[in-house]
């Protein structure tokens, strides 16, 4: 991808995306200023890299350490504990990507018994579809599907592009997040095992990405640009997840990843030879309208490439080196024809013509705090969960 880049003189150069001027990018990740919100420091260094030396690398750390195995075991006995007489112990979240898959492979290996469930939001690629049949045959797990109903989840998306905003995977997250929740409850699990890690996603800017858990900024949304009444869409508030769930029902989520060294080469090696996974060659491609949308629509609307900060965060972890990310960068999201194919299939699918589509995609961008949000109440919970944790180390 070319993009512009201005110079102190005002002179506007294209140049390759991953040979930008010092200026611009991070001497230690490939993180540039297309994050609007980002600031270096004096060696250059950016506020992402400082944030995860600052919080992070100490998870990293702890977990590579020779305490790590032990802490995973107390974790692993009290699940258990909390599982016994009950058909589950724990809830998963199966999308057919790397994390999900590795993280049920490992639940297995640690002898827990996982509820496995998928949110099937009309998306899925072939392959993805027959990553999930197989790990799930192999693993021997119990699999709920959620189908999504389709009218309802195409308008919420389309309601999301016609608000020009950069998270248009928000209603897939969210709605997938909903369902493990409910589910679990459904069951009496207490533990949500997520895929969420720091080793392979600790840096994604704010403005590429606004919170999939934000259900006040859904529903903004769907009132301004949505046509279909949301009846069965799933959905989780903030009352619910931060305290009718945790609080009440003793119901908590865990990131197993932060609790063990996770390498994503290690892990993609892993779960093809056991599981069979094949690659969709692309973070989150096993789904096409998330291939579309990371290959296509954020970075030509947005000059937004989340392969920058998947590579940063991989980087910073030690997984790969910034020369190499350059390179990768160096290439295109994804081949030409594919994404003009992908294009029309998303139009065509969500029930509108290439032209109309065309048309929406070409307004200005917006960002989220165009339209209403919880973000406030957001960072005051992080600030109260961040200052709890600190009391309690
Ligand atoms: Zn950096």
């Known amino acids: 991808m070319l993009q512009a880049v201005g110079k102190e003189t005002g002179q506007v150069t294209a140049v390759p995306s991953g040979q930008q001027t010092e200026r611009e990018i991070c001497v230690r990740c490939v993180m540039d ?18 944030q995860f030396d600052l919080v992070y690398k100490p998870v990293l750390e702890r977990a ?27 809830i998963i979240g199966i999308s057919g990507g790397v994390d999900s898959t590795y993280v049920a492979w490992k639940v297995k290996e640690l002898g827990l018994r996982p509820l496995a469930v998928h949110f099937d939001s009309g998306w899925n690629s072939e392959l993805a579809v027959a990553n999930i049949e197989n790990l799930v045959k192999r693993l021997g797990f119990d699999l709920h599907t959620f189908v999504v109903d389709w009218e309802e989840m195409a308008d919420l998306q389309l309601a999301f592009f016609k608000a020009s905003l950069a998270n248009c995977d928000i209603p897939t997250d969210h709605g997938f997040l909903a369902v493990l929740y409910h589910t679990a409850a459904k069951y009496g699990i207490k533990t949500f095992i997520s895929g969420g890690n720091i080793a392979t996603e600790s840096i994604l800017p704010q403005a590429w990405g606004y919170n999939a858990s934000d259900l006040r900024h859904i529903r903004a949304i769907h009132r301004r640009f949505g046509r279909v009444p949301l009846r069965s869409y799933p959905t989780l508030s903030f009352f619910q997840r931060y305290f009718w769930f945790p609080v009440v029902k003793g119901f908590r989520e865990v990131r197993l990843l932060n609790y063990l060294p996770y390498n994503k080469n290690d892990a993609k090696e892993l779960i ?53 990310a350059l ?35 070409s307004q200005l961008p917006k960002s989220y705090r165009d339209y209403p949000s919880n973000e406030r109440l957001f960072i005051l919970k992080n600030q109260i969960m961040n200052f709890v944790r600190s009391k309690a180390e």
């Open 64 to 90: 590579a350490s020779k305490e790590g195995p032990a802490r995973l075991a107390t974790l692993v006995d009290k699940i258990k504990a909390q599982g016994v007489g009950k058909d589950y112990d724990c």
């Open 272 to 324: 093809s030879r056991e599981l069979d996974w094949r690659d969709y060659g692309g973070k989150h491609y096993e789904s096409i309208f998330t291939r579309f949308f990371q290959a296509y629509y954020l970075p030509q609307k947005f000059g937004f490439d989340k392969r920058k900060a998947h590579l940063s965060s991989l980087i910073v972890s030690g997984q790969t080196t910034r020369e190499e």
């Open 33 to 50: 200023t297309t994050d609007p919100d980002i600031t270096f420091d004096e060696q250059g260094v950016c506020s992402h890299c400082r």
């Open 327 to 361: 390179q990768e960068l160096n290439k295109p999201t994804a081949p030409f024809d594919l994404m003009e194919r992908d294009k029309e299939f998303v139009a065509r699918k969500m029930g509108i013509t290439v032209t109309q589509f065309d048309a929406i995609l």
